[in-house]
T-cell receptor
Framework: GDSVTQMEGPVTLSEEAFLTINCTYTATGYPSLFWYVQYPGEGLQLLLKATKADDKGSNKGFEATYRKETTSFHLEKGSVQVSDSAVYFCALRRSQGNLIFGKGTKLSVKP | DADVTQTPRNRITKTGKRIMLECSQT?????MYWYRQDPGLGLRLIYYSFDVKDINKGEISDGYSVSRQAQAKFSLSLESAIPNQTALYFC????????????????FGPGTRLTVL
């Protein structure tokens, strides 16, 4: 069945470091792909999305490119800030409309 | 005001008790979802509803039931709570219109932290 695998955390970086969080998926067809972010004590918020192969989603300095050939949607940011500390979830949208989430990656950014 | 609200925000209950978690939305969306979040397991879908007359089981529906009282309200019930239902519960909504609109976004409530003793 459909599934999402993302790198396990926690990930600890210094401010202004480069961030990569890997995400790969298994699905039939070409699902839409998402990155959600959960700040401490809050619900999930959409960070970015991509709906077809080679699409690049971007928001708040974060980017992810839909790679059909490697079934991947890795999240990147060139220079992280302390305020980026959160849990990041990769997800795919099934044909029925509901989302399948990865297990989440906790990011801590130190000043 | 928040678009998706959940009540209560925190609840402690005992094994065997019936409990209801409520979700309301002002986004006018047709679709609503209930997820639970457990450490290291991500979010897992419990139930989802595409409109008032449409209710579907998710991957972990055993021990739960739902009611879609109106377009804006979707309640999750635990008929007889057990300790392994201790988790963070999220309601979400989305608007996909007619058919399947590729790339629709889900909007999440703030969550309900449930502890079953």
């Amino acid at each position: 069945g459909d599934s999402v695998t993302q790198m396990e955390g926690p990930v600890t970086l210094s401010e202004e470091a480069f961030l990569t969080i890997n995400c790969t998926y298994t699905a039939t067809g070409y699902p839409s792909l998402f990155w959600y972010v959960q700040y401490p004590g809050e619900g999930l918020q959409l960070l970015l999305k991509a709906t077809k192969a080679d699409d690049k989603g971007s928001n708040k300095g974060f980017e992810a490119t839909y790679r059909k050939e490697t079934t991947s949607f890795h999240l990147e940011k060139g220079s992280v800030q302390v305020s980026d500390s959160a849990v990041y979830f990769c997800a795919l949208r099934r044909s029925q409309g509901n989302l399948i989430f990865g297990k989440g990656t906790k990011l801590s950014v130190k000043p | 005001d928040a678009d998706v609200t959940q009540t209560p925000r925190n609840r402690i209950t005992k094994t065997g008790k019936r409990i209801m978690l409520e979700c309301s939305q002002t986004k006018g969306h047709d679709r609503m979802y209930w997820y639970r979040q457990d450490p290291g397991l991500g979010l897992r879908l419990i139930y989802y509803s595409f409109d008032v007359k449409d209710i579907n089981k998710g991957e972990i529906s055993d021990g739960y039931s739902v009611s879609r009282q109106a377009q804006a309200k979707f309640s999750l019930s635990l008929e007889s709570a057990i300790p392994n239902q201790t988790a963070l519960y999220f309601c979400a909504t989305s608007d996909s219109g007619i058919g399947f609109v590729v790339g629709d976004t889900q909007y999440f409530g703030p969550g309900t932290r449930l502890t079953v003793l």
